[in-house]
């Protein structure tokens, strides 16, 4: 069974521009969040998706959103990208969005110049 | 809203020694616990987790986690370690009621030969 992919895997952008990542959940898994990873604030939660609808969202600014598709692939845009965005973004993706284990993917390295 | 404390932000152990890694947690409400394990350059895997039962739980490679509700700590050890112990371990909490992970800053494990 494959698990969680994050694309890219690196991805180097300048202040001003907007990013796209993506992430495909193990198949059969319908819930995705999304995490923020970076030395000073540690690991900080984005959102999460289910069955397409946002259904929690952590305290970042509206730069940060996200989609997910009906196929459970999800995406997380940033736009107007700042120094402090890099950061290694993780997704991660669960069966039914409960107690169950979240699995995440390798994660996307961004980073901002 | 809950937070987690890592009391040990580096722990240098030599092979074979034991190891003990400390996490105290708040929250107001109930909530299940965590300790993902992360390699460089690579994303988050679950080592162990309480949800209900047993207060000692056990993972396959050796690591155990004691829940003490009393001093709200949910602290790992590992009786005898291996150079491939070496990685960053992180202590989580879960709403029961939620699906979002709050994490601690981490702990870096080196196992020294």
């Known amino acids: 069974k494959a698990g969680v992919t994050q694309t890219p895997r690196y991805l180097i952008k300048t202040r001003g521009q907007q990013v796209t990542l993506s992430c495909s959940p193990i198949s059969g898994h319908r819930s995705v969040s999304w995490y923020q990873q970076t030395p000073g604030q540690g690991l900080q939660f984005l959102f999460e998706y289910f069955s397409e609808t946002q259904r929690n969202k952590g305290n970042f600014p509206g730069r940060f959103s996200g989609r997910q598709f009906s196929n459970s692939r999800s995406e997380m845009n940033v736009s107007t990208l700042e120094l402090g965005d890099s950061a290694l973004y993780l997704c991660?993706?669960?069966?039914?969005?409960?107690?169950?284990?979240?699995?995440f993917g390798q994660g996307t390295r961004l980073t901002v110049v | 809203a809950q937070s987690v404390t890592q009391l040990d932000s580096q722990v240098p152990v030599f092979e074979e020694a034991p190891v003990e890694l400390r996490c105290n947690y708040s929250s107001s409400v109930s909530v299940y616990l965590f300790w993902y394990v992360q390699y460089p350059n690579q994303g988050l895997q679950l080592l162990l987790k309480y949800l209900s039962g047993s207060t000692l739980v056990e993972s396959i490679n050796g690591f155990e986690a004691e829940f003490n509700k009393s001093q709200t700590s949910f602290h790992l050890r590992k009786p005898s370690v291996h150079i491939s112990d070496t990685a960053e371990y992180f202590c989580a909490v879960m709403e029961t009621s939620g699906s979002r992970l709050t994490f601690g800053e981490g702990t870096q494990l080196t196992v020294n030969p």
């Open positions: 991660a993706s669960r069966t039914t969005g409960g107690i169950t284990e979240a699995f």
